[in-house]
């Protein structure tokens, strides 16, 4: 994994603050989930419950901004969805595997 400590606290503060109260797993995936890889944006794969999903939809730009005061201007990508769409699609099932729990 190829976040600094601050990079890695910093999300999951964010993560906590924003989704304080509803469940949610969040992924690290892409360029900077293999340590052997170089540059690259952050990929975030955040996991909800389907009764979830709407709100957090709905936070997901306040999550981005949370993040950013957190650990600076970066590209960040944040994908929200529930384990039944992952299954359903074929990118996300492709990605999941070669996910690294934060």
Same mark, same amino acid.
């Not at 901004?65 to 957190?70: F, H, P, R, W, Y």
């Given at each position: 994994m190829r976040l600094r400590e601050a990079e890695h606290k910093g999300i999951l503060s964010a993560c906590n603050q924003v989704a304080a109260g509803r469940k949610h797993t969040?992924?690290?995936f892409g360029s900077r989930a293999d340590s052997e890889k170089k540059g690259g944006d952050i990929d #975030?794969?955040?996991?909800v419950s389907a009764e979830n999903l709407k709100s957090m939809l709905l936070?997901?730009?306040h999550f981005l901004?949370?993040?950013?005061?957190?650990i600076g201007e970066q590209k960040i990508d944040l994908i929200i969805t529930t384990e039944e769409h992952i299954s359903?699609?074929?990118? #996300?099932?492709s990605i999941k595997p070669d996910c690294i729990l934060l």
């Open positions: 969040l992924y690290l #975030l794969l955040m996991v936070d997901k730009h901004v949370e993040i950013k005061s957190k359903k699609d074929e990118f #996300l099932k």
